[in-house]
């Protein structure tokens, strides 16, 4: 029996990434404290994994520009692990200087975005340099963790070999990765070729977690996500109200709205530990910060009638 015909889990954690990717692509600039307010929201509502900051240059991510402002903000909690994004070995070393708990490194599949997204010529480069990363944070007692970008197709190249994107799963899993995220970074996968990955990654990493990462841009995020849970991920990626984008990639548009995943969940009878009715909140609140409407579906609709 494949992973995808197996029982979905009955209890899936959700990594929040509103405040980095949620926020990353937005023309509207985000004071550190309105960053701050969003992370403290996300946690009261049962939020306990978050990306919070990306250590990039500010040159070419303005709105990531307070990454050390932001973390050295956020409530230091023993339940709450907070996650920071680098994409070299620069943007880790001023991570390092942080009490960010968790380390993210990002490969990207296809040499044109490696190229484009973080200045590396081709796509091994670019899982070298995860894999570096991982080797050199786990030696100074950080966890480190992988995504593996464009999974499901590059918005230059077209499709992308699963076999490349497993042989990255494998070369960053013997680096030390404590878990491995399936990306689909435009918005391209179906769930069926979702399910293919996971389960070629899973047979290829053995028990290490994996976790899924999708973009809503031709609205099949959430029907991905799904297949994701059945084929056997622990941790979905989201975004509070939709938010999010790729500076590098055209058109990628928003990510799954967390709100969007916990109803879809929460009706299937697996447990989040969160609050649906502060996320939509959440979700409202955000978009006003940003002038906005929220663009997921639940914040719109509401949660089950009562």
Same mark, same amino acid.
């Given at each position: 029996?494949?992973?995808?015909?197996?029982?979905?889990?009955?209890?899936?954690?959700?990594?929040?990434? &509103?405040?980095?990717? &949620?926020?990353?692509?937005?023309?509207?600039? /985000?004071?550190?404290?309105?960053?701050?307010?969003?992370?403290?929201?996300?946690?009261?509502?049962?939020?306990?994994? @978050?990306?919070?900051?990306?250590?990039?240059?500010?040159?070419?991510?303005? $709105?990531?520009?307070?990454?050390?402002?932001?973390?050295?903000?956020?409530?230091?909690?023993?339940?709450?692990?907070?996650?920071?994004?680098?994409?070299?070995?620069?943007?880790?070393?001023?991570?390092?200087?942080?009490?960010? %708990?968790?380390? =993210? *490194?990002?490969?990207?599949?296809?040499?044109?975005?490696? +190229?484009?997204?973080?200045? +590396?010529?081709?796509?091994?480069?670019?899982?070298? /340099?995860?894999?570096?990363?991982?080797?050199?944070?786990?030696?100074?007692?950080?966890?480190? $963790?992988? *995504?593996?970008?464009?999974?499901?197709?590059?918005?230059?190249?077209?499709?992308?070999?699963? &076999?490349?994107?497993?042989?990255?799963?494998?070369? !960053?899993?013997?680096? =030390?990765?404590?878990?491995?995220?399936?990306?689909?970074?435009? =918005?391209?996968?179906?769930?069926? +070729? !979702?399910?293919?990955?996971?389960?070629? /990654? #899973?047979?290829?990493?053995?028990?290490?977690?994996?976790?899924?990462?999708? #973009? %809503?841009?031709? %609205?099949?995020?959430?029907? %991905?996500?799904?297949?994701?849970?059945?084929?056997?991920?622990?941790?979905?990626?989201?975004?509070?109200?939709?938010?999010?984008?790729?500076?590098?990639?055209?058109?990628?548009?928003?990510?799954?709205?967390?709100?969007? @995943?916990?109803?879809? @969940?929460?009706?299937? =009878?697996?447990?989040?530990? *969160?609050?649906?009715?502060?996320?939509?909140?959440?979700?409202?609140?955000?978009?006003?910060?940003?002038?906005?409407?929220?663009?997921?579906?639940?914040?719109?609709?509401?949660?089950?009638?009562?």
């Amino acid at each position: 029996m494949t992973q995808a015909e197996d029982k979905p889990r009955s209890r899936i954690q959700i990594c929040e990434v &509103g405040p980095r990717d &949620g926020l990353q692509n937005e023309t509207t600039m /985000v004071s550190t404290e309105e960053k701050l307010a969003l992370i403290a929201r996300a946690i009261d509502a049962g939020i306990r994994r @978050l990306e919070v900051a990306s250590f990039v240059h500010p040159k070419r991510v303005p $709105q990531m520009a307070d990454a050390e402002a932001v973390v050295d903000g956020v409530e230091p909690r023993s339940d709450v692990c907070y996650i920071g994004l680098v994409l070299n070995m620069k943007g880790y070393e001023r991570a390092r200087e942080t009490r960010i %708990n968790e380390i =993210g *490194t990002v490969v990207c599949a296809t040499d044109t975005f490696a +190229q484009k997204n973080q200045g +590396q010529a081709t796509w091994q480069e670019s899982m070298e /340099v995860a894999a570096d990363i991982i080797r050199l944070a786990t030696r100074d007692g950080r966890s480190a $963790q992988a *995504t593996i970008g464009l999974s499901c197709g590059c918005p230059f190249e077209g499709e992308v070999d699963p &076999g490349r994107v497993v042989e990255i799963a494998k070369t !960053v899993a013997d680096a =030390g990765a404590v878990d491995i995220a399936i990306a689909d970074t435009i =918005g391209v996968g179906v769930p069926n +070729q !979702v399910r293919d990955l996971f389960d070629r /990654v #899973h047979d290829a990493v053995g028990d290490l977690p994996l976790r899924a990462h999708f #973009h %809503n841009t031709r %609205n099949t995020g959430i029907a %991905n996500a799904w297949a994701a849970v059945e084929a056997g991920a622990k941790t979905i990626d989201a975004s509070i109200g939709g938010l999010g984008g790729c500076p590098f990639a055209p058109r990628a548009t928003g990510n799954v709205a967390t709100e969007d @995943l916990v109803y879809m @969940l929460g009706r299937a =009878g697996v447990e989040t530990g *969160t609050d649906l009715a502060k996320l939509i909140e959440l979700a409202h609140w955000a978009g006003s910060l940003l002038g906005q409407p929220a663009a997921s579906m639940v914040s719109k609709a509401g949660g089950f009638p009562s």
